[in-house]
């Protein structure tokens, strides 16, 4: 197979400067600051700046840009919030970023189809802002504000995944411009449709290698009519994870499952000044009709009494849930709290659900011995879960041994059928897992699509796929 | 773009035929009722037999078969066991059929990650038998006894989509042989992933095109604790369908809710002998626990009243709802008993919720226009349904009605932002609408997969894609 053209980072040709300047003005920026702010995500990668940015207002900006970059052989980077973990948006080879949160207009909200069609830049919070009075919500809820074009970019979960799907279930249709100018819209707002190759399904998780979504027609839900949380401490994490696994194989349809370990409760009471148990717990949402929650939290509070789960607390009023969950979304401050002035390497692998306490056993044991501070934190009723391992940013060697621990879990995973993301992407910091993951013939068929798609791969180069 | 390189019909070259014998035997024919046997499915397109069949029984015979045809570029169609209704498996182009009824092993099943590993010619049926006693079922059952490989090709649904998902949520992961002879694995076992491409996607739904597939990983669901059944008459079919809309609208988990016209449940009540109301009417199932069963069907009881909803009747016991499934199963039979002699041609378009009444009583008038009988069933929760338009095989001009008649009713759900076809997918049938449904931009996008795939276009050629 042909390799793919590589892009050696050179200056930006003067004609394209000029194309850009005329068309953009003051929304094409080659300033220092703009360009530094664009370079970094949350990742631990080196930052990586552009060689410029540019504000687009619309579909055909985005076009233009993309023609002007083709023609000049420039790579093009889109940007939504900077809020990716796998170093997504950085300029590794140069290049255009294009910044989409100026796109951030809700286009049209179907009450009555349960759907709505946003800009990439919109928010989820903007966007569940916007649904407000009409019964309705969006539910993928990374923990990050993200934007929804970031989130289909990189096929995006979270918390309550194991209710409402990922944005692969999330998002009915995409409008993109791809490399060669042109744009496409993937689909209509049918709920299913057999109607040819699965354009936006291929879009979605692509991370912007194959084109940059403009578009997007995503999923709604109506917001359950009862809603209610609990909390319960385990003496130990698989005991919790045992109640986890049995949660889902009896089918009880829980909204959200979250695991954390003890060294993560005692984060979360130092910074949320909480009183939990400081043990193993699992967080629990309940949507439904008032009796279907009561019925399944009742399902699952015998599972984890037989799990030897202690202290089952209710929250049923609204700001008990919000406590909790607050606490629940600051757990990446809570974290990184227990060693100020520490940054957070977060894993990401998802096992299948009968492997996940052995998995978690297995890591907790990687952890220990690798000497490092990494809190347990899972979406865990998909069978995924993070560690954030905590990492002096000024220290080589401990950044390598965290990179060594990552790896010893990805493996782990792997050898369950697992995967080595499940829900923050590959970018620069996984590519080698891909390929582990799915072999040489699967990621050589990636390429012929990328090929197809964009012939001198100008389109976030260095992202996604490992060398062909 | 380039044309994709047509194949005129020609005899096959006696090496491809020594080299398909030395490697098959007996399991190569060349005979003409085993040809004629594969060369039609259920739509009313006329027949179209390969040159050759060969009944595979493993992935690495597939790999052989499609090195074959490469060698000597000779067409090559998958076969499931015929039940397509677009035309999928007629070898247009003529060349070899690679029959895959052989490979029907039930791999694995993973009871407590409630997933299974499949061959392809394993049957929807036959899976469900093997899961006996598990407390899981699958649960995609599009009417006829497809098999799994056939309905990942055609992205199949049916009545229970509207809980449970098509098959594009319940393939998890495929092996598949693609036109270059590499076997691609497109996925693990995990619930989720952000790992690369999603190959698993592009491949169902892609109708032998890209690949052929010889392995599915698909999801089970656990039984429902409780299950419950009703059907419900209504004065006119509008009332009826606004009383699903406000059922999908106010989040009600149904299993499934069917529609049937009034003309298909005389038809029903003629062929199978039930004596039900003869006017609009819907079939519900509910599924979970007694007590959210129990809610879930009065919350649509209260609904269907508003609407005019008459006799509500329950059918709680197994028999009673195996009786009421059984006259839905039946309904093509019984709509073709109103006409004996006729074969049906079923349109499949499928619109967002909020248009569904308007759309299917639009179809109503056409259908009264055109003056064909064509009795109206469809799985409505997703906004999906079909008129069985029945023609007398041997008269070209009510055919061409027939087809003018669907080019309509397709017309109009595009208008309203729907598919042409919901689950049925493109085959040779509705090229021309996946070009107006998408526009040419996306075709050309589908092309250029293609063409990286399979540059030589062999891989069930004059299907899903219109000229390019």
Same mark, same amino acid.
């Given at each position: @197979? ?11 040709? $003067?004609?394209?400067?000029?194309? @850009? ?22 990742? %631990? ?46 300029? *590794? ?5 294009? #910044? ?6 809700? &286009?049209?909200? %179907? ?13 989820? !919070? ?5 649904? %407000? ?21 990189? =096929? ?89 696994? $049995? ?13 954390? #370990?003890?060294?993560? *409760?005692?984060?979360?009471? =130092?910074?949320? !000044? ?56 600051? *757990?990446?401050?809570?974290?990184? /709290? ?25 890591? =907790? ?18 069978? /995924?879960? %993070? ?16 990179? #060594?621990?990552? =790896? ?22 996984? $590519? ?15 390429? &012929? ?10 389109? /976030? ?8």
């Amino acid at each position: @197979m042909r390799a793919p053209s590589d892009h050696e980072r050179r200056p930006l040709p $003067q004609a394209f400067i000029d194309a @850009m300047n005329a068309r953009f003005g003051a929304r094409f920026s080659l300033g220092e600051a703009v360009r530094a702010h664009h370079g970094h995500d949350e990742s %631990h990668f080196p930052d990586a700046a552009p060689d410029a940015v540019v504000f687009a207002r619309g579909t055909d900006e985005v076009v233009f840009a993309v023609n002007t970059c083709r023609t000049h052989a420039v790579p093009i980077i889109p940007f939504g919030v900077g809020s990716s973990l796998e170093g997504h948006i950085l300029a *590794v080879r140069g290049g255009l970023t294009v #910044d989409l949160s100026e796109m951030n207009q809700v &286009l049209a909200i %179907h009450a009555e189809d349960m759907d709505a069609v946003v800009q990439p830049g919109v928010t989820r !919070k903007q966007l569940n802002n916007a649904l %407000h009075g009409s019964g309705l919500f969006f539910p993928i809820d990374p923990g990050a504000d993200a934007s929804l074009g970031g989130m289909a970019s990189t =096929r995006a979960s979270g918390t309550n995944a194991v209710r409402y799907g990922t944005m692969r279930e999330n998002v009915l249709a995409l409008t993109a411009v791809l490399a060669d100018g042109r744009v496409v819209r993937t689909g209509g707002r049918a709920r299913k449709s057999s109607s040819g190759y699965d354009l936006t399904r291929l879009l979605v998780g692509s991370e912007g290698t194959l084109g940059i979504i403009t578009e997007l027609t995503v999923r709604l839900h109506p917001l359950p009519e009862a809603v209610s949380s609990a909390v319960c401490a385990f003496p130990d994490i698989v005991d919790a994870v045992n109640t986890v696994i $049995q949660t889902i194989q009896l089918g009880v349809p829980v909204a959200r499952i979250e695991l954390l #370990d003890a060294l993560t *409760v005692k984060a979360i009471n =130092r910074y949320s !000044k909480t009183t939990l148990r400081e043990s193993p717990m699992l967080f629990f949402e309940f949507h439904g009709s008032p009796a279907s929650v009561e019925e399944q939290a009742q399902t699952v509070q015998e599972i984890a009494r037989e799990h030897g789960g202690l202290d089952f607390e209710w929250a049923s009023r609204p700001e008990d849930r919000t406590r909790l969950w607050a606490a629940r979304h600051d *757990v990446l401050f809570a974290s990184l /709290n227990l060693r100020p002035g520490s940054r957070g390497i977060s894993t990401d692998v998802c096992v299948p659900i009968s492997r996940l306490a052995e998995c978690v056993d297995g890591v =907790r044991g990687e952890i220990e011995a690798s000497g490092l501070i990494a809190p347990i934190v899972g979406h865990v009723g998909d069978g /995924n879960f %993070h560690c954030v391992i905590l990492v002096d940013p000024d220290d080589p060697a401990e950044i390598a041994r965290a990179e #060594d621990l990552n =790896r010893r879990i990805v493996e782990r995973a792997l050898a369950m059928g697992g995967t080595c993301t499940g829900e923050h992407g590959i970018g620069i910091g996984k $590519q080698a897992f891909l390929l582990r993951e799915h072999g040489r013939e699967a990621i050589d068929t990636m390429w &012929l699509i990328k090929q197809a798609l964009d012939p001198d791969n100008l389109m /976030n180069p260095g992202k996604v796929l490992p060398p062909a």
